[in-house]
Each structure stands twice: as structure tokens, then as C-alpha cells.
């Protein structure tokens, strides 16, 4: 139940996918890795309905016994009087209550309940469409007195051997200024060259008016070469839109389906976590890629710490040297990791 | 036809930057290639006024690989569109003025036609659905006579209620569920646009076209009922 709701809670999953064409938005998770961590270390199906916590989380006292866990922002939250840690199984009895304040880094948490939010589906998923009052809890964000209630989760037996097999996670730590890659298009070509390689030296500041539909950013303007009215046509999560004075907006989880601003680029998927944690006054940096960079990338996790983007040259030598270094140094981390050494 | 990457899990195909039946038809004839062809890979198709943004997934295929298969698939297409057009022409009751057109009176004024007019010239077009967006079941319709065109309201309402049919400036269509809005309000059509409850949630498809059809305050009250009931499907006409 529901005491103090937060800045802004709603349930979300992966979002609601299959139904763009007919205006459907997706909504769904901002921060995406943040989301499918929460379920995976709870043991939950990988979709499950998760709560997103905005700035300033909410204190709920449990109606029974599960398990929780909490990724994302660090909101310093507290189960009864006990610090309650992130990325971690804690369990949770009937009557115990759950506390959080303000995010002392990053912007939205995430809360996973054992059994996953339980919440009609609406059209694929139980995300919440704040804008169109669909989906999620009556399509809403939670106010006080609300009673969430949660699915049925796994088998004990598979509940316990989950909690020997998975092993605490390391917790993120987000950055007030990000860097995240870009793939140039589809309206690149209504910006000069010169305006695109500015967009890309430059650095830009989240403005307080950004929400869940967008990341609004103020600084160098974009200058177009014929203004940047288009006729409409569809968006994507990481759509970045210059308006009419030409400032940037990323699109996120609640965009619209189409729109008629002109698009410079697309932030790759695998850095929206990074636009999904920032807040007002933090900073972004664009880095211009190309898509069969960004596709290597995508299948390539492990590969995405590099700070310069890769040469296409060194990747098509086949089974080089760099290449068979790149697999060793991949081995070497994970080893760290599993045994849960520092970093 | 130009492709473009939109990141690395989208790419779309875009026909130029206009609206006009042409474009729109090259978009919504690529997208029922795509569909044939079942090509492992594509998730979704989007298609607007001017462009398809196809959402696929790049274990499966590379912005490369996909681009190639679009083009193939476009090329072929096109051989189609002048060959089979079926005219797709779905009927929407709608009670115009009164309460349920609460602007329709105004419009006389700056219209310079009365409002049965005005009526006439509405129901009297089939407006092409070039895509949906903005909310569920929302449709950009073409094809609105110019002499009903009115300007947005200067302030606009603060809660349009579901159903309101009404024209902005160019252009007219139906808000699917309430929202606020600033278009001048001719009508209402008792016909869900959007359903969550229902087996298809959203009515229309880009692609076919709609027609009003005027209907007395009864036959509103009559329709309004069935579609509580489940009952009422909308009369389609297949040209």
C-alpha cells in the first residue's frame, strides 16, 4: 500500500510494442537496463511490471511476504529502519515498510517485487501511458492509499536456487555528464555539414522542463538549412528532434508516434540508460557513429566501454590480433566480476 | 525512395517531404510488401504521410542486408499500386450540431455557408486516412474541402470528449478518447475509435477511407446503445 507516492511512480515494463501504427505510444521503462536488471535479480520472467520511481521515491508498507529489489537511482531507501541496499534480493514480511528520499544519483530507481507488479495488460504490456491515461495502475501515477497487488512468483524451489545462482550485482553509478553515441539520420541532410560537426563538438544542458516523452537540452543552437518543419513521420525511443530555435530534444519512453520536427540522429539503444539518469543541469555530449558501428556495438557488449569509437577497418581484418586481445580482456573482466572483485 | 538508419534497431524509408496521395499510397504499398514477405527480423511497421519507419532487430539483420531487402521489395511494389486498389470506405455515423456539434453554428460566420451546408460538404467527401498518431486510434484524414476550413479555436477546450468529430484549420478527424483541443466541434459519432476492451482496439488502418454519415439524434441514441452492448460493427464499402 501506497503511503507517499514520490515524485512520480509508475508501473512500467518493457513497453508496448505492435500497435505504433495505429497511435499507440510505447512508454515503458526509461532506463531499460535498469529495469530488465530489477527482474533478473529478483527472479522474476524478464518482463515483469516494475514500479519507476522519478527524483524522489515513495514509502509503501508490504500487505505480504516476498522479495524485492531495487536498481537504478540510489534514493536511499530504507526497509523499516534498515538501509535497504540496490541490486540485491531483500526480502520483505508483511507489515515492513519501505522508505526513500531524494536520488543521490541518477534520476529514476526501479523497484521489482517478486511475482511483478500484477496490473492488467493492455495490448502486450502494463506499462503506463500517462498521456492517454492507458495502461499501468488506472492508467496513472500512484497517489496515497493505493494497494498494488503482485503476481504469483516462481516456485520456492526455483526462488532458491535462484538466490544461490545469481550473484549481487554491482550497482551503477551515474555520471552528471554523459557522452552517448549517435547514428546521424533520418533528416541529417537538412543540416549543413558544419551545423552536424558543431552538434557534435558541443556540449549540452538538460533543461528542468525534461519529462519521461523527452529530454529537452539548451546550448549551442543547431542552425538548419531550410528550418526544420518536415511532414510528419515516425519517431523512435532516442529520436533527436531540433525545434524551431534549434535545440535539441531527445525523444524517450513516452514519445509520440510521429511527429514534424526534423530529426538530426538517433541515440543508440544501448545509451539511453545514460539520457534516462540525467537531471536538470547535468551535461551531454552527442558522438557521431556509423550504423554498422553501432550494430557491432549492440551485439557487442562488452565492447561498449571503449571511449573512441572503433575503426570499421580494424574489425573486418577478421581474426587479428586486436581482435583475439579485445576476447582476452573481455575473459579477464568477466572473471573479476563473477568473483566480485573491485574495480 | 531513400533509406535512412534511424539508430541501429530502425531504418526508414522515406518517399518525400509532402503530402499527397502518391507518396502516401508508395508508403502504405511498401508496408503490404513488407508484410507479405514475412522477412524474419522486422518487428513492426509504422507508416506515416510520407515515410514507413520499420523497427527490426539487428541480430537478425544488418541495416545492409535490410536496405537491400526493402529495395526489392519497393521495386516490386510498385508494379502493384495501379494494378489492385481496393477502396476500403468505412461509414461513421455522426449527429452533427446541436450539443453534439457545439461550434457548428459558429462556423456559419466564418464559413459564409449554413450549417446544413456545411453538413453537406463534410459527409459529402471520402477522406483518405494517410496515417494515425498523437493518440490511439487518432486519424489524419486528407482530402477536407477548403470551403470548411476554420481556424483552431483561440482557446482551446480544456476536455474534448470522445467521439467530437471537428475540423482545424485544413484539417478534420475524431478524437478518439477525451483530450484537450483546440478544433472547432461539428459533430459526434457514437463509434468507438479506440477500445481497449475490444478484440481490435483501434477501428481504422492507415490506408482505407472514411465516410460520415449524418444521423439524427435517435439513430445516435440507437447506435450509442448497440456499441455499449458490443453489438454494433460499422458498415464497410468495398469499391
Known amino acids: 500500500m501506497v503511503e507517499m507516492p514520490g515524485v512520480l511512480t509508475t508501473v512500467q515494463d518493457q513497453g508496448r510494442y505492435g500497435y505504433m501504427e495505429y497511435g499507440v505510444r510505447t512508454a515503458g521503462a526509461m532506463d531499460m537496463d535498469s529495469f530488465l536488471a530489477a527482474n533478473r535479480i529478483v527472479g522474476n520472467p524478464e518482463h515483469a511490471a516494475v514500479l519507476e520511481m522519478t527524483l524522489m521515491g515513495m514509502t509503501a508498507v508490504f500487505d505480504g511476504d516476498g522479495v524485492i529489489v531495487l536498481t537504478g537511482a540510489d534514493m536511499k531507501a530504507r526497509l523499516d529502519d534498515m538501509p535497504a541496499e540496490r541490486y540485491v534480493r531483500i526480502p520483505v514480511r508483511s507489515g515492513q515498510r519501505l522508505s526513500m528520499g531524494m536520488a543521490q544519483n541518477g534520476c529514476r530507481a526501479y523497484l521489482a517485487v517478486s511475482g511483478g507488479i500484477d496490473v492488467p495488460s493492455v495490448m502486450g504490456s502494463r506499462s503506463t501511458d500517462v498521456k492517454c491515461c492507458l495502461g499501468g495502475f488506472q492508467g496513472r501515477a500512484l497517489k496515497a492509499g493505493d494497494v498494488l497487488e503482485t503476481g504469483k512468483p516462481e516456485t520456492r524451489e526455483h526462488a532458491e536456487t535462484e538466490t544461490a545462482r545469481i550473484p549481487k550485482e554491482r550497482p551503477v553509478k551515474y555520471e552528471h555528464s554523459v557522452e552517448v553515441r549517435v547514428v546521424e539520420g533520418p533528416q541529417a541532410d537538412w543540416f549543413s555539414g558544419e551545423a552536424r560537426d558543431q552538434f557534435f563538438r558541443e556540449s549540452y544542458t538538460v533543461s528542468a522542463e525534461s519529462d519521461r516523452m523527452g529530454i529537452r537540452l539548451n546550448g549551442a543552437p543547431v542552425e538548419s538549412l531550410h528550418g526544420t518543419d518536415i511532414v510528419s513521420d515516425g519517431i523512435a525511443f532516442g529520436s533527436i528532434q531540433i525545434t524551431k530555435s534549434g535545440m535539441p530534444i531527445v525523444m524517450m519512453a513516452d514519445h509520440q508516434t510521429t511527429g514534424g520536427y526534423a530529426k538530426i540522429g538517433t541515440v543508440c539503444s544501448f545509451d539511453l540508460p545514460k539520457l534516462a539518469q540525467l537531471r536538470p543541469e547535468d551535461r551531454v555530449k552527442f558522438c557521431r557513429i556509423s550504423v554498422e558501428e553501432a550494430q557491432y556495438l549492440y551485439l557487442h557488449p562488452e565492447e561498449r566501454r571503449r571511449s573512441k569509437p572503433l575503426a570499421l577497418t580494424m574489425r573486418t581484418a577478421g581474426s587479428s590480433e586486436a581482435g583475439e586481445r579485445r576476447r582476452y580482456r573481455f575473459q579477464k573482466y568477466n572473471y573479476y566480476y563473477r568473483h566480485g572483485g573491485g574495480r | ?239
Open chain 2, 1 to 239: 525512395m531513400k533509406i535512412y538508419p534511424v539508430g541501429e534497431m530502425s531504418l526508414s524509408v522515406d518517399f518525400g517531404n509532402v503530402i499527397s496521395e502518391e507518396v502516401n499510397d508508395q508508403v502504405m504499398c511498401l508496408q503490404q510488401s513488407l508484410q507479405k514477405a514475412c522477412i524474419p527480423g522486422i518487428l513492426e511497421l509504422l507508416p506515416t504521410y510520407r515515410a514507413l519507419l520499420v523497427r527490426y532487430d539487428p541480430a537478425q539483420l544488418t541495416y545492409e542486408q535490410l536496405s537491400g531487402r526493402i529495395e526489392k521489395a519497393g521495386a516490386e511494389g510498385n508494379r502493384e499500386i495501379s494494378t489492385t486498389k481496393e477502396k476500403l470506405v468505412r461509414l461513421i455515423p455522426c449527429c452533427y450540431g446541436g450539443a453534439y456539434g457545439e461550434d457548428l453554428k459558429g462556423m456559419e460566420a466564418l464559413t459564409g455557408l449554413s450549417e446544413k451546408e456545411i453538413i453537406s460538404i463534410h459527409s459529402g467527401t471520402d477522406y483518405k486516412i494517410y496515417m494515425l498518431g498523437f493518440l490511439p486510434g487518432f486519424v489524419y484524414l486528407g482530402g477536407m474541402d477548403e470551403r470548411i476550413a476554420a481556424p483552431r479555436l483561440d482557446v482551446p477546450r480544456v476536455a474534448i470528449p470522445a467521439g467530437s468529430v471537428g475540423i482545424g484549420g485544413s484539417q478534420t478527424g475524431v478524437y478518439p478518447i477525451a483530450s484537450p483541443g483546440g478544433w472547432r466541434l461539428i459533430g459526434s459519432t457514437p463509434v468507438k475509435f479506440y477500445d481497449p476492451a475490444a478484440e481490435k482496439p483501434i477501428l481504422c488502418s492507415a490506408g482505407e477511407y472514411i465516410r460520415f454519415l449524418p444521423v439524427s439524434e435517435q439513430e445516435y441514441r440507437d447506435i450509442e446503445e448497440d456499441v455499449r452492448r458490443g453489438t454494433y460493427q460499422t458498415e464497410v464499402i468495398r469499391e
